[in-house]
């Protein structure tokens, strides 16, 4: 293991991985505190030895090139939060990616394994979790913190390898391919602040209620990219829905509730007294249809999907998620496109699904399981 904190190291070290066609990547961040994530550790693994980079200490500029080099693959798990790292701090998703937490969900190790399980099951080995929760922009790292970083890269290849040839077996790396597209998404990562509302967790209850936690969501989105904090430090989503529901036209008015004015802090009052108001000039009533509400009959059809999904996902031992979401099968049933009616997904689920909601399958019990049969 070689731990890189000086500039000439890591020029030498990009040089060298230039020459290779898979590395196994992994990042220690820290994000609690800020909006665009603290990135304190990488971690690069080749087949023959592992390496530590300290990015508090050098330009990185060289590594960049390395991740966004589309000859060399990446191995990573749960990859989603360190793109997301990358994304906010040099506007790049590295690429391509093979996620090994995504490809076990295809193969029977369940939704979101964690990488000290997967280890264990592929490898046998037990990887020590005690620095987990270490605060990684510290310096000097102990000897106990730079191993455990190296850990989360020590084993990629070697996984890599078992779940490669477990999905060719089955027939599935294609599936996995598909699944590896979503991650090079822009709206996984970046949030317009016109759309920050819809993050909020919220119930419409009085009219115009969208419109004033649309202006009041995209002030605050803007406010935490500006002063790079988190969300919920500029101002909590309850209070926001809270501001939305109280629509206020003086800080009077912000004074009356107790709530708001224990929560809202003081030297944002004024801005929002202002947005408020304009929004009172708006005259088109935003309002956002319930497109997953279901009729009665629909609800037993959605439920009776679900169960079918449950047995598919047994079936080919595959996380549900994967397959459809609750939320794709009440869709479905609004005629409203979802993923499931295409490619492999239509293969292993939504052909059948669409068979039974035409009444052409059903679903029965024989000998104590459940089953699949052409209706009489």
Known sequence: MNYIDQQEELEDLCKSLEQEKIIGFDTEFIRETTFVPVLCLMQISTTKDIYVIDPLEIDISSLIKILTNPDILKIMHSSVQDIDVFYKNFEIIPKPIFD?????????????????????????????KESKLTNWQLRPLNEKQISYAANDVKYLHEMHETLLNKLEEEERLAWVDEEHENLYTLDSYYLDPELAWKRVSQNREIPFFLNYLKSFAKYREELAVQNDRPRRFIIRDEVLVRLAKLQPKHQEDLNKDRVLKKLLPKNLVSDLIYLSNEVRKEKEELVVPNKHKLSTSKELLSDLLKLYLKYVSQHYK?????????????????????KFTSGWRNDVYGKVAAEIVAGKKMLVVEEGKLAIKDTP
């Open 318 to 338: 595959i996380a549900l998620k994967n397959i459809a979401r609750t939320r794709d099968i009440d869709n479905f049933l609004n005629d409203e496109p979802v």
């Open 100 to 128: 090994i937490q995504i490809a076990a969900s295809f193969l029977g190790y369940g939704d979101s394994i964690s990488y000290a399980k997967l280890v264990k099951k592929l490898t046998g080995a037990a990887i020590c």
